[in-house]
């Protein structure tokens, strides 16, 4: 069963039609393409494409940027099809053959595999994520795709920093690019500095044909749900904030952190002298 778009919320963007909201995200994206290198001349790129809006956009917006990219790339899109009770398995294929798009549709009984380990009730989410892990990387080499394009945007990487810091005790979140742990695997992830508010609007004025996902019967974990709550209610009442934090990631100061392995506190010695305040930690010291 599709998703009507209707069920999608609608989330004011005021001053931003749809010409020009599509136009940002296409420059949202290509910003993130190009700051951290994650397409180059030649790659086969395999989009994951599951049926959300975040997938749809991401195939969506990389198709678009192909046309005007300076170098040549190939772009297949990949479903994973786990065999949920309902799938309409006709959709995705479907979509990518009215848009001309190379696709692989890849048919694996994951969702049997999920019910039988996890009890009832319990978050299926990290299972199911291994499993879908080992499927597509499987697949990337069976079609030779040098990166492997998934659809996590700007609010899924402060949703996972948090996640992290609260109940992890790690300041770590969802990397732009990253190579996989076998080293075989380049991980990019464009939509980095797109908003999730701004793709629920562009999903909805493209009437992608949105299939939920029936596995866990749409579960959220319940942690990850108390942040998205957290940064929701920021970027409401806290204009600037999310943007802000954003920014954060890639303005990180070791020697202002306390991880040993990322910078020598150890050896750290007094040099010549330096105007005050020169650590930028803005304590003002009286005279000895």
Known sequence: MTVPLSALPCVPHPGKNFINLEKWLLR??????ADYNMIGAGDTVMACVSGGKDSYTLLSCLLALRERAPVDFR?????????????????????????????????????????????????????????RRGIIYRTAREIGAT?????????D???????????GGKIKAMPPKLKSDNGQHIVIRPLAYCSEADITRYARAK????????LCG???????????????????NHPGRIESLATSLRNVVPSHLGDSRLFDFTYLEQSAATPENGDGEGIALPPS
């Open 28 to 33: 949202q994206t290509g910003k993130a393409i």
């Open 75 to 131: 772009i297949v899109a990949m479903n994973l099809d786990q065999r949920q009770p309902g799938f309409p398995e006709d959709v995705l294929p479907a979509y990518f053959e009215k848009i001309g798009v190379e696709y692989r549709i890849v048919t694996e009984d994951t969702y049997s595999i999920v019910k039988n380990k996890i009890p009832e009730g319990k978050t299926t989410c990290s299972l199911c994520s291994r499993l």
């Open 147 to 155: 990166r492997i394009a998934l659809g996590h945007h700007r609010d």
């Open 157 to 167: 990487v402060l949703e996972t920093l948090f996640l992290n810091m609260f109940f």
């Open 207 to 214: 009437a992608f044909p949105l299939i939920p996902c029936n």
């Open 218 to 236: 749409n579960q959220e974990n319940a942690q990850r749900r108390q942040i998205k709550a957290m940064l929701q209610e920021w970027a409401k």
